[in-house]
Every structure is written in C-alpha cells, then in structure tokens.
C-alpha cells in the first residue's frame, strides 16, 4: 500500500473543493471537450458572458469584476478560427444577468432558458481573494446544446496585478473548447519605442493594454529588430549598446540577475537574429564582417554554421519559414529591395516579389492554416518613406494589398494563428502598433483597424509571439 503523502494529501482536498464548488453548475454532466467537427454545425458561434461574481470580501471588488468581464468579452470577440469568421456574443446583458442569477441561486444551469434567449455557450467566472493581495478564479463553460459542461478549472492565487493574464488564459481555454484552433488572448507582441534618440525593447499583451506593456532593454541605446524564440521564453535582437550593432539574446522570464547575453559580436552590423521555427538552436542572420551584408545559418551560441548568400548586393531581414526548410529575405541585387526565398542550405534561389515600381522589404511568414496556401507578409514602398502592408502567395502569386495609401504602414507580423497581421503606421501622427484581419478587414466588432499601442514617442516593428507554452 503507497504511502499517502502531505503533498498528495493537499492536492486531494483542493480536488474535492473544487469538485464541491462547481457540482450544482454541472448539474449531474461530465465534462468533456467539444469535438472539432462539431463546430461546423454551429454558425456562428454565440456565447454568453455573464458579470463576473465575486464571493467573499474582494478588495475592489467593482474594478476587479468589470475587469475580468470587459477582458473575456474583448478576448472573445477577436477570436478567430479556420471555420467561422468570429465569436458572436448574446446581447441583452439584463436576460443574461437574470438567468446567471437564477443558475447561481438553484445551483443549476437553466439550459432551456439560455437556449431560449439564443446561447449556445455560456462562460461563468467566479473571482475570491484567499489572502488579501492575492486573487484566485473559477471559471466554469456550459454547452448549452449538448447541455454538458465543457470546462470546470479553478486557478492559482496569483496578485492582483496579473489579473488580465489570468482572464487571457481563461479565454484560451474557452476558445480551445469551443473551436478547432487555440485562442491567442495570452500571446504578446515585441516592438520597439523610440523616444528622442533612443530605442529600446519593449512587449506587450496581445491586446496592446497599457498596463501589460513592460520595456525589455534598458540600454539607453539603440536596440532594433526584435525576435521571438519558438517557445515564447527569449526575444533576440540588434542593439548599439556597446557602440556597434551586436547581436543579443534576452530572458523574457528572468527577473533577477543579468537577463541578456551577447549572441554575436563580430565586426561589422550583426542584424535582425531570427529563430528557426521548427528548430530552437538555430537562427538566421545578416552579418557584414566579410564586407557587404550577407545571410548566414547560426547557432544560438554565436557558432556559424552555414553561410548562405554570397552576393555583391546587401542581404537582410532574413526569416525562416514555419517549418524550417527556406528562408526568405530582402536583397537589392536587382538595384532596388526585394523579398527573395532559398532553401535552408541556401539553394534554390527565387525572387518573389516583382510589383512594377515597388521596392519590397520585411517579409514575415504565414503561420500554417488549414485550407490556406503559403503566403507572407511584407512591406512595399515606391523609394520614399511612406509604404504599405501587402500579402503574397509563396510561388509569388496573388498579392494583395492590405491597407490605404497615405500614411506609412509597415512591419507587418502574424499572430500564430494566421487570422491577424499587426504593424506600425503613422495614421495618427507618431507610429503606433496596430491591428487587422489577414485580409486587410478591420478586427470583428470594430470599424477600422484596432489601434493597440498609445505611448509616447515611435512605436516600430512589432513582431507577435508563438503560442505561449
């Protein structure tokens, strides 16, 4: 007989506690996951959101409610999947709080009466404060159809602070349950702010609020072309800390200590590291210490282990595909930029972009969706500093161009799951970060592209993280 440990002992009492709370909403129904396939009967999605409710004395308890609230609403309505266009949620707040109530007071969900006001999903979030600086939710996902319970999880005690993260995860959650695809609400973005002369790092939520923006670097320098590692844990970019363009990698996590390391320091620029997809240790480069600028393969320790362009022309903004196995980047060996693409060992030289009077730089892969062709991203001007966002398939076919000339929009980058490009434009005077569709349509439930960042100074290329681990 296994001996039953203190540890074991606690994570049997939390299970029954958890197990005790949520029986009266789950009504007799085991939990299981929405099958994929399903969803296709289901057009569009429609989901509920009641207030969330706080049990117990919740230190400001008003701002945490309608926090948690407004950000599981936001979240869901910028979820996008390979089968619908976006999450509908039912509308009349007053039928949806009196059946919430009602739920809550029975301790059983009225699935005929959710049906009726036209839920097909219904999310409820119950918030507590364990300790007074700690917070702590429940959240629970009722399908109204099946009348199952999808989802019945109750989280960590985390600060106060790291509210809206918590209510991202939540939304990934729901979203997991609910569509084919994984929710993108706790995913970030790297840019870089330029203010007077200096440039530094800084992320972001995905949503751009201004409480998660958080700056990297801290050089009081020049530091560009931000990249993320597979995994979401290091950004690696160029910075002119030490007075050349050095090459560095920087923990995102890491809270103590030195959190950067050089990645190269070779003479010349080492520009614009960017992660290999598909293969965490290794990267790809622009270095200039043999002369012009070249694209070469990398190791994360610095180590070169393939050089992979060797032309008269300048060679940068090298990017690797989704799966490793090209590479595409921007070249001026025609007289002007253009995107080309090889093979990971450097064959197979291909130009891809050929717009009449057009000069085309930073391209950015498509993640993979199911049913799309390869394409990317890029941006394209006429030789002056105003330029826009365009797409293009990977056998340089059916480009589209994606937003209105006048102001300069550029940089552009995709969210993992293929449904948005984010970039910068000065629409608005200064360059900010911005947010649209991958066609070029403004995000659901808005009427023109989702300004996402509001600070001083410039706001440049952006570059969105993979699905956080």
Known sequence: MSVLTANNYLRIIRFVVITVFAIGFMAGAQAQPLEGDLLGEINPIRIAVPKAKAEGTVPDEGNVTETIHSVLQNDLRLSRNIQKPNYILVPSIVQIESLDVADRQSGRINYGGWSEIGAQYVVKVTVRAPEPELLQLDVFLFDILSQKSLLSQRSGRFPKEHLRRYVHNASDDVVQRTTPSRGIASTQIAFVNQTGNGKE?????????????????????????????????????????????????????????????????????????????????????????????????????????????????????????????????????????????????????????????????????????????????????????????????????????????????????????????????????????????????????????????????????????????
């Not at 690696?236 to 890491?254: K, L, N, P």
């Not at 940068?316 to 007289?335: L, Q």
């Open 201 to 469: 790092i800084c992320i972001m939520d995905y949503d751009g609020h201004e409480d998660s923006v958080r700056q990297l670097t801290d050089f009081n320098s020049i530091s560009v072309l931000p990249a993320w590692s597979p995994d979401a844990d290091f950004i690696a970019y160029s910075s002119y800390r030490d007075g050349w363009c050095d090459a560095y990698i920087h923990s995102v996590r890491r809270s103590r200590g030195k959190a950067y390391r050089p990645l190269l320091q070779l003479p010349g620029n080492n520009l614009g590291p960017r992660w290999n997809p598909a293969d965490a240790d290794e990267m790809v480069i622009s270095l200039s210490h043999k002369g012009n600028a070249e694209i070469f393969l990398i190791n994360t320790n610095g180590e070169i282990l393939r050089r992979l362009t060797n032309d008269n022309a300048i060679d940068t903004a090298p990017v690797m595909s989704p799966n490793g196995t090209e590479i595409a980047w921007t070249s001026d060996r025609t007289g002007y930029p253009q995107v080309y693409i090889m093979d990971r060992d450097g064959a197979n030289v291909r130009r891809l972009t050929n717009i009449r009077g057009l000069r085309c730089d930073s391209p950015a892969w498509a993640p993979p969706r199911s049913g799309a062709q390869d394409r990317l991203a890029f941006y394209a001007h006429q030789g002056g500093s105003i330029g826009d966002i365009y797409t293009i398939l990977a056998d340089g076919s059916d480009y589209q161009k994606l937003t209105e000339t006048g102001p300069d929009n550029a940089s552009p980058t995709w969210s993992p799951d293929g449904m948005y490009i984010a970039y910068s434009s000065t629409v608005r005077g200064a360059a900010q970060i911005y947010l649209m569709q991958y066609n070029g349509d403004p995000p659901p439930g808005h009427d023109r592209h989702l300004r996402l960042t509001r600070m001083q100074g410039d706001c440049i290329s952006p570059v969105w993280s993979p699905f956080m681990q």
